[in-house]
């Protein structure tokens, strides 16, 4: 897979409506808050999977 590709996807889902960019945003939202906490906590990956598994959710449909 293509990350560079994958995310031009997810951003010309996320511009098709407003019911996408609205979902499209709280998933980014929630990467970056678990991203940028404090350097002392460590993410497990459990956490990891449960995010990757919201983006999953979002049903991408160009």
């Known amino acids: 897979m293509?990350?560079?590709q994958s995310w031009?996807?997810?951003l010309e889902w996320g511009l098709k409506n407003?019911?996408?960019r609205k979902r499209a945003m709280a998933a980014g939202l929630k990467m970056l808050a678990?991203?940028?906490r404090s350097p002392?906590?460590?993410i497990s990956s459990?956490?990891?999977n449960k995010v990757a598994d919201s983006f999953d959710e979002l049903?991408?449909?160009l």
């Open 46 to 48: 459990e956490e990891l």
């Open 59 to 61: 049903e991408f449909k």
């Open 2 to 4: 293509n990350p560079k």
């Open 18 to 20: 407003e019911e996408n």
């Open 40 to 42: 002392d906590e460590k």
């Open 34 to 36: 678990i991203l940028y």
């Open 8 to 10: 031009e996807e997810f």
